[in-house]
T-cell receptor, first 112, second 112 residues
């Protein structure tokens, strides 16, 4: 059974810092990995999707990397801003259906 | 551009009552899913559909029914509500398997 772990559960940083959010998964036979952002009281917004054959994806100040063999992904946020405060979840797609397995998320607070 | 629309946003039920959570998407997506999000548990897949007329069970299907008569709609029915079903329910859709999932804003359900 696939398990996805995100540690730590919460993180507080001052504005302007570059930061890395970690995600690990137990079964390396994944199809892809997605990073999501969730604001309080809202649904999930897809940030980046990395296919299993890819090493990284970039969107603006966000860069996600994937090391499938070691079961790890990182989300790099450059020059963090208070507006980046949210919960970040990673999810892996496994199997011949739309079964996403989610981590519990990292709640990020960026202090002005 | 509505995306994925969930109704109602909030609902309070008494134990034993039944209700239907509505989900509609206007993106002509084939894949639709229902998740529940509980503190400390992350998101868990309840049921999913790969197209009209086709549904299957996810990780936690007990107590819930789904049907998919049209591409646009994927309602989730609680047959006899129990306090353990108190949760936030999210509907998601994607254009095809392996593509980014689009989430609704959720239905916050409390069962007394």
């Amino acid at each position: 059974k696939q398990e996805v772990t995100q540690i730590p559960a919460a993180l507080s940083v001052p504005e302007g810092e570059n930061l890395v959010l970690n995600c690990s998964f137990t079964d390396s036979a994944i199809y892809n990995l997605q990073w999501f952002r969730q604001d309080p009281g809202k649904g999930l917004t897809s940030l980046l999707l990395i296919q299993s054959s890819q090493r990284e994806q970039t969107s603006g100040r966000l860069n996600a990397s994937l090391d499938k063999s070691s079961g790890r992904s990182t989300l790099y946020i450059a020059a963090s801003q208070p507006g980046d405060s949210a919960t970040y979840l990673c999810a892996v797609l496994t199997g011949a259906n739309s079964k996403l397995t989610f981590g519990k998320g990292i709640t990020l607070s960026v202090r002005p | 551009n509505a995306g994925v629309t969930q109704t109602p946003k909030f609902q309070v039920l008494k134990t034993g009552q039944s209700m239907t959570l509505q989900c509609a998407q206007d993106m002509n997506h084939e894949y639709m899913s229902w998740y529940r999000q509980d503190p400390g548990m992350g998101l868990r897949l309840i049921h999913y559909s790969v197209g009209a007329g086709i549904t299957d069970q996810g990780e936690v299907p007990n107590g819930y029914n789904v049907s998919r008569s049209t591409t646009e709609d994927f309602p989730l029915r609680l047959l006899s509500a129990a306090p353990s079903q108190t949760s936030v329910y999210f509907c998601a859709s994607s254009s095809a398997w392996g593509q980014p999932q689009h989430f609704g804003d959720g239905t916050r359900l409390s069962i007394l």
